[in-house]
């Protein structure tokens, strides 16, 4: 029996010697945070990264997406409408901008939500919805133009939470992406997020919320906000990061492809796309139910690390275990299933093969 775990994520920030130019930088200007010269060129290299005309960042990606949903909501509506297959943090955001949570099931084949599903939904509702949240699972593209086309029929606001999907985002629009820069993503900076979006109004009030309102060169607060701002430092690891990130990515690639080969004859199905036009930090597998307890037995016996990432639902915890609800047949199924198996750069292809072995 083998001896030494296999852990499930190692993440990896860069080192203090790849920091070392930007700290020195920070020295000289003796500018810590407001949004100081590091903060900026960061915000710049971000919106290269997407393609999207504006950005904002914020102290982490649950902040971002309350933030957005502050600013899209319909004022006098009570129900956000969002997938009950996420982490828990998108429910917390949700409440955080003032919204009642109201929980839908997902699609089976991407693990989200789609416009179909929330178009089903709406006539189950007593009032009219403030907003959709669309969360894309496990960093997987979101589809932008359903759901803008979505909005434009049904006059409902759409955010987006793509926490893990900063690489993978193309054709940002005017309705705002949020993602996640916390230390387990791609682009990891700790703990920041941001907001994409190619209104520039919007982008303005998020950016003015960050800091206390603050709109222009005066110190008057115009609209309600708080302290959403990373420090210099936090960019100066973000300037860092956005410099390894082709090799970064490129191993992220190559480990992916590894595992598809591996999967290849076995009885598991992986989110349409990953290790061919987008990767993230966390690799997981749909395993047959008439498998999961065999497999999950055989990882544990291997030492093998595994995580269900999302849990069984928001819906499952008790924080949330009174939100309105549809039924959600797809999530009661799905989500038990979709394990997140070891994925970082201490994996040798011995681990990858005594991973692979342990799947039906």
């Not at 810590?32 to 010269?37: L, V």
């Not at 309105?324 to 990858?352: K, N, W, Y």
Request: net charge negative; glycine share 8%.
């Amino acid at each position: 029996m083998p001896s030494e775990t296999i852990k499930v994520l190692i993440p990896r920030l860069p080192s203090a010697d790849a920091l070392l130019p930007y700290l020195t930088r920070i020295d000289s200007a003796r500018t810590y945070s407001n949004y100081g010269p590091l903060h900026r060129e960061f915000s710049t290299r971000l919106a290269q990264l997407t393609g999207a005309p504006g950005v904002t960042i914020t102290s982490n990606g649950t902040s971002a997406i309350e933030l957005a949903l502050r600013i899209r909501a319909r004022s006098g509506r009570r129900y956000c409408l969002m997938p009950s297959f996420t982490f828990i943090a998108s429910a917390h955001a949700v409440c955080n901008a003032g919204l009642t949570p109201y929980l839908l099931d997902v699609s089976e084949q991407s693990m989200m939500l789609t416009p179909e599903i929330v178009e089903a939904a709406l006539p189950q509702l007593s009032d009219l919805p403030a907003a959709v949240l669309v969360v894309s699972a496990f960093g997987a593209p979101p589809d932008l133009a359903s759901w803008k086309a979505f909005e434009a029929k049904h006059d409902i606001p759409v955010v987006f939470d793509a926490a893990a999907a900063v690489t993978a985002l193309n054709g940002v629009g005017e309705q705002p992406v949020c993602v996640s820069l916390h230390a387990t993503k791609v682009v990891g900076i700790g703990e920041g997020g941001a907001i994409f979006s190619s209104d520039r109004e919007l982008i303005e009030r998020a950016t003015a919320m960050t800091g206390f309102g603050f709109l222009g060169a005066e110190r008057v607060s115009a609209i309600q906000g708080g302290n959403y701002r990373i420090s210099e430092y936090a960019a100066a690891v973000g300037m860092a990061v956005m410099d390894g990130l082709p090799a970064r990515l490129e191993a992220l690639l190559k480990l992916s492809r590894s595992y598809l080969e591996r999967l290849q004859g076995k009885n598991v199905r992986v989110q349409p796309g990953v290790g061919d036009y987008w990767v993230t930090m966390t690799f997981n597998v749909v395993v047959p139910p008439e498998a999961l307890q065999a497999t999950l037995d055989r990882l544990d016996s291997q030492h093998i690390e595994w995580r269900r990432w999302w849990g069984l639902g928001c819906h499952r915890h008790p924080a949330f275990a009174d939100a309105p609800r549809c039924d959600m047949p797809t999530t009661e199924a799905l989500a038990p299933r979709v394990i997140g198996l070891p994925f970082h750069d201490r994996l040798s292809e011995q681990d990858l093969d005594r991973i692979a072995h342990c799947l039906p």
